[in-house]
């Protein structure tokens, strides 16, 4: 018995050890990420309003920018012309914010829905949430339902859509009044698969081709449509989003534990859960209302976080905010420059990303959360 007790001891101080060194690697990769990626979305913000079929100086960007700053306003020359005014304010800057809104909701999604179900191939699609926005969005575009909102007539029936798909895999997942993770998972990928297929049905009953097109390219993700109005409707959510899950971060490391860990913590394991999936499938929601389904973000960006800086919620919200509104701006302007002058939708990028991604992660030999804490 002593022998046992003096062996099981050196080896619990080295695990301790080795934790310990793990936490200081992931607190100094933390603290580099948080000082530097700030920087970087700043310059990607400039460069990615710069590229395109039509290049402009970064300077030109960065004048035409200052100019409608308060204070600095005044001291811009204005040396643009009205081409690049209008390409770099009315279109470019509007596009740019919005893909970073995007990018940087799909990865706190996606990184709400992985603590959930503590699986790190998870998504936020899973729930089939952007399935349920994407038969909204279909009907305004193909049949001119909702028209009564006007121009928020795409985004209140993406909104309601994805409503209606979050409180049926609700219901279907709920064993006598308690959520399963397990019939959440297959509850909402077997709702996914009914409405892509009423989804397809709507959009190749359509007379006209035009909206098929639009419907179309809507589905696989797009920020061409993207303007100064659409930023509040986006990026209100996305920030609401953020606190909570930043004040719940504690909760978070605690549901990774599992439930009965939780439970004994004092965590109310089904109330949170009910309140995690309502609030990160609204969310959902209303960026797929806004661009389209695009996948996969919500997949990569949390799990390459936690490879870097740990399991931790407090570090990994902030770098995947970050890391998610920069890929998003790059992925389209990859979009934009693929097949310029034309156009492809940033969900093919994002996919011929993902894919390969999703299948090297599936080949690992083992996946989890990153470890440390």
């Known amino acids: 018995m002593n022998e046992k007790v003096s062996l099981e001891q050196p080896v619990n101080k080295k695990k301790e050890k080795n ?49 409608h700053t308060p204070l600095l306003g005044d001291l811009v020359n204005g040396d643009w012309t009205n081409a690049q005014y209008n390409i770099i304010w009315e279109i470019r800057f509007p ?53 009564i909102f006007g121009q928020y007539a795409l985004s209140f029936a993406a909104f309601l859509g994805a409503l209606l798909a979050i409180i049926a895999v609700f219901y279907l997942a709920q064993v006598g009044g308690r959520i399963s993770t397990t019939r959440l998972l297959l509850s909402g990928i077997a709702l996914s698969m009914i409405l892509s297929a ?62 009965e860990t939780a439970a004994t913590l004092g965590i109310n394991i089904h109330v949170f859960q009910k309140l995690l999936i309502v609030i990160i499938s609204l969310l959902t929601g209303v960026l797929v209302s806004v661009s389209g389904a695009i996948g996969f973000v919500g997949l990569m960006i949390p799990h390459v976080v936690r490879l870097l800086v740990g399991s931790d919620h407090r570090r990994v919200l902030w770098i995947s905010l970050f890391l998610g509104a920069i890929f998003m701006m790059w992925a389209d302007v990859a979009a934009r420059l ?5 156009e492809i939708p940033i969900g093919v990028v994002t996919a011929l990303t993902g894919g390969p991604f999703f299948i090297w992660l599936l080949r690992k030999s083992s996946y989890s959360f990153g470890g440390g804490s």
């Open 19 to 67: 934790e310990k060194e793990n936490s200081r690697t992931y607190n100094r990769r933390f603290k580099i990420l948080l000082f530097a990626l700030p920087i970087v979305l700043i310059l990607t913000i400039i460069l990615a309003m710069a590229l395109g079929p039509v290049t402009i100086h970064p300077f030109i960007v960065w004048e035409i920018a200052l100019s």
């Open 95 to 147: 596009r740019v914010l919005l893909g970073a809104i995007i990018g940087a909701g799909l990865a706190l999604a996606g990184t709400g829905i992985q603590a959930l179900v503590r699986n790190s191939l998870a998504d936020p699609y899973i729930l089939g949430v952007s399935s349920g926005a994407s038969v909204g969005a279909t009907l305004v575009i193909l049949t001119g339902a909702f028209q």
């Open 198 to 259: 009423v989804t397809d049905f709507i959009v190749i009953s359509a007379p006209d081709d035009d909206k098929v097109h639009s419907a179309l390219f809507w589905m696989m993700g797009s920020l061409v449509g993207a303007d100064w109005e659409m930023l509040p409707i986006a990026g209100i959510p996305v920030i609401a989003t953020f606190i909570f899950l930043l004040f719940q971060s504690r909760s978070l490391n605690i549901l990774l534990m599992g439930e």
């Open 338 to 342: 693929l097949v310029a002058p034309q």
